[in-house]
């Protein structure tokens, strides 16, 4: 090794102990031998024999100020010279440093790899927390780990609902993170913290120093991803789980069910059933208000007992066509801090007429039953016949079962069995008098009836099929079927009405038209709302490719239609509008999905299996860009010196 090998190895050592810098451009030799040569040929040219400027002037007092200067000392002009040199060896050294790339050594060593999930979900919303909300508060909790991080440390921000969605790369650059915040908007679903760290694993994997920061309440429900196996992954592969917590306890009351339906025997009047959950420690005393196409219909004023869930009916609402809401408030004078879930929303059942096939011959009880319904279009045929000409919403087959099944919902009454027919039912015998033992009193087809005291002659012992519900039975068979054959529901009643005194009762007609109903609004897709975070399929006409979703902050997005439903994933309550080609809108609903979210209070601690969060790290104090550019800065700043020193003359 050479002497100036020699010499330049230990300056390197002792200027990276001195100032904990490092070159990664050119080495400190190097740049020692570009500032030696550069600085070099700038002193050969300054021991030159200077040459005065000329100046030429228009009259005598000009050339009395140049007498004048040849007469200053030869002292002065000895240190005009040095003063150039200087200024002009110091422009090559700030430029000879930023070839060098001198760094500090904090920004050259491995520093932390951060995936940041920021909870989006509809708890975050909650308003206990100082800068508003919980989210609020989980952004600037954010903006806190981009100040700590260290020179070399990189973050990547992801936003935490039903899924994970990255709002930034993988970056060090604070302003990049900056951006991204910008994009997190919080959500009325529940986070999936599965979806969390599937991403963080991705991203962390190989990388140095691996940290996962979960900055939320803590409310993930473990039940939907399996925590050992993630457990197992974060300690082998050196991942360091961290939370951010946020959140206190408060009290909430939640509107956690929201329903409408019309009555099968006036379709004017609905009837709303409301469910209200108050999972604090306290009894609440709240206001109800029922509106109904964004006017108020009825408004109650209640108290919902501590951990109770009271359910309320509105009945006979009547004017109503299109939406209701129902909306909640504090009258106790108490904060409720989750006002997610203070609001739900439905969509009322279109009036239309139902094309109805009836297949008997001459059973006066069942066709003064269908008349009973102004809104349906009743076409009778004989069994003789067979099924009806044309395309019907929903088949009633009495005494009488096809050769095979009916194209559409079919209701059958008595479905005796007959050779050649498509039985819905192995039928393996009778039952004489049976009663109506058990029934299933939330099915849509019991609504409003009484059927516990029906005196029946005789039925059909029937065997349902896997998947088929009993919805009334006898405690020798069932009674009341209902199931799906061939991708076609169907509700099979086991007895002749005519061997019954349920044809004299006023649930007769009240089960016929409650089957019609359930029948048209499964074939129309009628849903009341649907649930957020869930994979929705609102029904389109089948001639479209695709249609137009507006959700309620009025963003639109354009979707795929399959098999006449438009697929679309909601994550926000509220009307929604679909918009197809052709001009058609219709809206829809939407509320809260998960239940877990109207839990305000927050996790005492967050773990995935054995490993258990603790406090995120931080961060080594360094600067983090680069010092070259600052070194380039300072020689254009000493270039605008000397030309502002030459121009008055101050130096040569």
């Given amino acids: 090794m050479t002497l100036l090998a020699q010499l330049a190895a230990a300056l390197d050592a002792a200027f990276a102990t001195s100032f904990a810098l490092s070159f990664t451009g050119l080495s400190l030799g190097q740049v020692l031998g570009v500032l030696g040569g550069?600085?070099?040929g700038v002193v050969i040219l300054y021991l030159l024999k200077l040459r005065r400027r000329r100046v030429e002037v228009p009259f005598v007092k000009l050339w009395e100020e140049i007498l004048a200067e040849k007469q200053t000392t030869r002292l002065f002009s000895q240190l005009k010279r040095w003063l150039s040199l200087l200024v002009a060896l110091a422009l090559v050294a700030a430029l000879s440093l930023a070839l060098g790339d001198p760094r500090p050594d904090a920004a050259t060593r491995d520093g932390r790899t951060l995936v940041v999930l920021v909870d989006a979900s509809a708890s975050m919303i909650a308003t206990d927390a100082p800068r508003g909300s919980r989210f609020a508060e989980a952004i600037e909790k954010v903006r806190q780990l981009v100040a700590e991080l260290g020179p070399a440390d990189r973050m990547l921000v992801a936003q935490l609902d039903d899924t994970a969605t990255p709002v930034t790369p993988l970056t060090d650059e604070p302003r990049v993170v900056e951006d991204g915040l910008a994009q997190l908007e919080p959500t009325h679903?529940?986070?999936?913290?599965?979806?969390?760290?599937?991403?963080?694993?991705?991203?962390?994997?190989?990388?140095?120093?691996?940290?996962?920061?979960?900055?939320?309440?803590?409310?993930?429900?473990?039940s939907r991803f399996s925590p050992e196996t993630?457990?197992?992954?974060?300690r082998e592969r050196g991942v360091r789980l961290s939370?951010?917590?946020?959140?206190?306890?408060?009290?909430?009351?939640?509107?956690?069910?929201?329903?409408?339906?019309?009555?099968?025997?006036?379709?004017s009047q609905n009837e709303v059933l409301v469910e209200l959950y108050n999972p604090s420690e306290s009894d609440a005393a709240v206001e109800l208000e029922l509106l109904g196409d964004d006017r108020s219909v009825d408004v109650q004023r209640l108290t919902v007992r501590a951990g109770e869930r009271l359910r309320r009916f509105f009945q006979n609402v009547s004017g109503v066509d299109r939406t209701m809401e129902a909306r909640l408030r504090r009258v106790d004078g108490q904060r409720d801090v989750l006002p997610a879930d203070d609001a739900a929303f439905a969509r009322v059942p279109e009036r239309r007429r139902a094309r109805?096939?009836?297949?008997?011959?001459?059973?006066?009880y069942l066709q003064a039953a269908l008349l009973l319904d102004e809104y349906l279009d009743v076409t009778e045929v004989t069994t003789a016949q067979g099924l009806c000409e044309g395309d019907h919403d929903v088949y009633v087959l009495d005494n009488w079962v096809p050769p095979s099944t009916p194209p559409g919902p079919a209701l059958y009454l008595n479905p005796a069995p007959r050779e050649g027919a498509a039985m819905p039912l192995e039928v393996m015998g009778t039952i004489?008098?049976?009663?109506?033992?058990?029934?299933?009193?939330?099915?849509?087809?019991?609504?409003?009836?009484?059927?516990?005291?029906?005196?029946?002659g005789r039925a059909l012992l029937v065997r349902p099929e896997p998947g088929d519900r009993v919805v009334a039975a006898d405690s020798r068979g069932p009674l009341l079927v209902s199931g799906s054959r061939n991708n076609q529901p169907f509700v099979a009643l086991t007895f002749d009405v005519r061997e019954s005194d349920l044809a004299l009762r006023v649930a007769w007609p009240l089960l016929l038209l409650n089957a019609i109903d359930l029948f048209v609004q499964e074939r129309a897709g009628y849903v009341s709302s649907y649930s957020t975070g869930d994979?929705?399929?609102?029904?389109?006409?089948?001639?479209?490719?695709?249609?137009?979703?507006?959700d309620p902050r009025g963003q639109e997005r354009t979707v795929s239609v399959e098999q006449g439903r438009a697929v679309y994933a909601g994550r926000l309550a509220g009307f929604y509008e679909l918009r197809t080609p052709d001009g058609t809108r219709e809206v829809f609903a939407a509320n809260l999905g998960a239940g877990e979210e109207s839990?305000?209070?927050?996790a005492d601690a967050l773990a995935v299996g054995e490993v258990e969060a603790g406090a995120p790290t931080r961060g080594e104090i360094g600067v983090r860009r680069e010092l070259w550019l600052y070194l380039v800065l300072f020689a254009l700043a000493i270039l605008a010196v000397e030309w502002w020193t030459y121009h008055r003359r101050i130096t040569v």
């Fill in 38 to 40: 550069v600085g070099a």
């Fill in 189 to 222: 679903v529940a986070a999936n913290l599965r979806a969390g760290l599937r991403l963080a694993l991705d991203v962390l994997r190989g990388q140095p120093q691996p940290e996962v920061v979960v900055v939320g309440d803590g409310g993930f429900d473990a």
């Fill in 230 to 234: 993630f457990a197992t992954t974060l």
């Fill in 243 to 267: 939370w951010v917590k946020l959140g206190e306890s408060g009290d909430n009351v939640a509107l956690s069910a929201f329903a409408v339906r019309r009555y099968p025997l006036d379709k």
């Fill in 356 to 364: 109805i096939c009836v297949v008997s011959d001459a059973n006066l």
């Fill in 432 to 456: 004489e008098r049976p009663y109506f033992d058990t029934q299933d009193r939330r099915h849509p087809l019991l609504q409003f009836t009484a059927m516990r005291d029906v005196n029946v």
């Fill in 535 to 550: 994979t929705w399929r609102v029904p389109v006409g089948a001639e479209h490719r695709e249609a137009v979703i507006v």
């Fill in 599 to 602: 839990l305000v209070k927050p």
